[in-house]
Protein backbone atom coordinates (compact mmCIF):
# COMPACT_ATOMS: atom_id res chain seq x y z
CA UNK A 1 0.00 0.00 0.00
CA UNK A 2 1.05 3.47 -0.79
CA UNK A 3 1.02 5.85 2.17
CA UNK A 4 1.20 9.62 2.22
CA UNK A 5 3.44 11.13 4.41
CA UNK A 6 3.27 14.72 5.98
CA UNK A 7 6.80 16.40 6.20
CA UNK A 8 7.85 18.03 9.22
CA UNK A 9 10.28 21.15 9.30
CA UNK A 10 13.04 21.03 11.01
CA UNK A 11 12.09 23.71 13.50
CA UNK A 12 8.81 22.94 14.13
CA UNK A 13 9.31 21.87 17.68
CA UNK A 14 10.68 25.73 18.44
CA UNK A 15 7.95 26.88 16.31
CA UNK A 16 4.92 24.69 18.89
CA UNK A 17 7.22 25.60 22.23
CA UNK A 18 7.00 29.56 20.81
CA UNK A 19 3.09 29.28 20.40
CA UNK A 20 2.80 27.74 23.26
CA UNK A 21 4.43 30.57 25.37
CA UNK A 22 2.16 33.32 23.62
CA UNK A 23 -1.41 31.60 24.76
CA UNK A 24 0.50 32.16 28.36
CA UNK A 25 -1.16 35.26 30.72
CA UNK A 26 2.47 35.99 31.57
CA UNK A 27 3.34 36.62 27.66
CA UNK A 28 0.02 39.28 27.43
CA UNK A 29 1.38 41.18 30.41
CA UNK A 30 4.99 41.60 28.66
CA UNK A 31 3.43 42.59 25.04
CA UNK A 32 1.49 45.48 27.04
CA UNK A 33 4.78 46.60 28.63
CA UNK A 34 6.61 46.11 25.38
CA UNK A 35 3.58 48.39 23.54
CA UNK A 36 4.50 51.26 26.22
CA UNK A 37 8.37 50.57 25.46
CA UNK A 38 8.20 50.80 21.68
CA UNK A 39 5.66 53.69 21.43
CA UNK A 40 8.27 55.63 23.81
CA UNK A 41 10.87 55.06 21.42
CA UNK A 42 8.63 55.63 18.32
CA UNK A 43 8.10 58.79 19.67
CA UNK A 44 11.50 59.38 20.07
CA UNK A 45 12.36 58.97 16.44
CA UNK A 46 9.29 60.54 14.93
CA UNK A 47 8.59 64.02 17.23
CA UNK A 48 12.09 64.66 18.56
CA UNK A 49 13.85 63.74 15.89
CA UNK A 50 16.42 61.10 17.15
CA UNK A 51 16.49 58.83 13.97
CA UNK A 52 20.40 59.31 13.34
CA UNK A 53 22.96 60.58 16.86
CA UNK A 54 24.53 63.61 15.62
CA UNK A 55 27.22 63.11 18.31
CA UNK A 56 29.87 60.54 17.68
CA UNK A 57 31.28 58.29 20.62
CA UNK A 58 29.56 56.00 23.15
CA UNK A 59 29.61 58.87 25.72
CA UNK A 60 28.31 61.54 23.15
CA UNK A 61 25.50 59.31 22.32
CA UNK A 62 24.59 58.04 25.35
CA UNK A 63 24.38 61.95 26.53
CA UNK A 64 22.79 62.82 23.94
CA UNK A 65 19.82 59.92 24.08
CA UNK A 66 20.03 60.99 27.59
CA UNK A 67 18.75 64.86 26.62
CA UNK A 68 15.88 63.31 24.23
CA UNK A 69 14.58 61.41 26.55
CA UNK A 70 14.61 64.08 29.35
CA UNK A 71 12.87 65.97 26.80
CA UNK A 72 10.33 63.57 26.60
CA UNK A 73 9.70 63.24 30.11
CA UNK A 74 9.29 66.66 30.75
CA UNK A 75 6.53 66.83 28.15
CA UNK A 76 4.42 64.20 29.86
CA UNK A 77 5.42 65.75 33.19
CA UNK A 78 4.23 69.21 31.90
CA UNK A 79 0.47 67.48 30.48
CA UNK A 80 0.19 65.54 33.86
CA UNK A 81 0.77 69.00 36.14
CA UNK A 82 -0.27 71.69 33.52
CA UNK A 83 1.11 75.44 34.52
CA UNK A 84 -1.35 77.72 36.76
CA UNK A 85 -3.55 79.49 35.23
CA UNK A 86 -3.14 83.78 36.05
CA UNK A 87 -6.08 86.04 35.90
CA UNK A 88 -6.38 88.81 33.70
CA UNK A 89 -7.55 92.37 34.74
CA UNK A 90 -9.82 93.89 32.48
Known sequence: MDFR?????????ARQA???????GQYEV???LRKKVE????????I?????LRLRGPCDANDEFL???TAQNLRKLAKI?????QSRKA
Open 5 to 13: SITREEHED
Open 18 to 24: ARDIAKT
Open 30 to 32: SMK
Open 39 to 46: MLFAHLKR
Open 48 to 52: LGLNR
Open 67 to 69: LAA
Open 81 to 85: FPAPQ
